[in-house]
């Protein structure tokens, strides 16, 4: 139960489909990541692990809550397993985008649903990312996340 709470947690990066309910909606649909957080959404959304695993740098990061950093896109996906077997469903709600010459950094809400043992459960909270522009595509180089409610 504890890796597929966790799985949820990792969530970093995406889309939001209900951009609506977001303060920052101006911002978040004109972001400079736009592109980037529908690639990660559809992906993740999808339980596609080579296409997740596309979008992030080969020296990519992420420091996910209640868990240990870890190196490189095939480790940083490979946390997500558990959340893509329980057919996790994501929504991110972008906040502010920055970006200076081939670097971005963002933040966001994310929430996260999927069934555990028959249930829904659904987990939350904020995240942080920098990327780099490669080959004229944004990529994730490093994310931290921490969750809003209970583990």
């Known amino acids: 139960m504890r890796k597929i709470v966790l799985a949820a947690a990792l969530v970093l990066f995406g889309a939001a489909p209900a951009l609506a309910q977001n303060p920052c909606a101006a911002m978040a649909e004109a972001s400079p990541l736009q592109g980037f957080y529908d690639s990660w ?3 993740y959304n999808s339980g596609d692990a080579h296409a997740m695993a596309m979008l992030y740098t080969d020296d990519a990061a992420a420091m996910y809550a209640h868990n ?3 190196e490189g896109p095939m480790a940083i996906v490979s946390n997500f397993e558990d959340a893509f077997a329980a057919g996790a469903v994501a929504s991110l709600h972008p906040g502010d985008a920055m970006v200076m010459n081939d670097m971005a950094f963002d933040h966001g809400h994310y929430v996260v649903t999927m069934e555990v ?5 659904t987990q939350s909270g904020y995240w942080m990312g920098v990327y780099r522009m490669v080959d004229g595509e944004w990529k994730a180089v490093r994310g931290i996340s921490n969750t ?3 583990m």
């Open 68 to 70: 240990a950093r870890v």
């Open 117 to 121: 043992e028959g249930e829904t459960v």
């Open 41 to 43: 959404l559809a992906a």
């Open 148 to 150: 809003d409610t209970g």
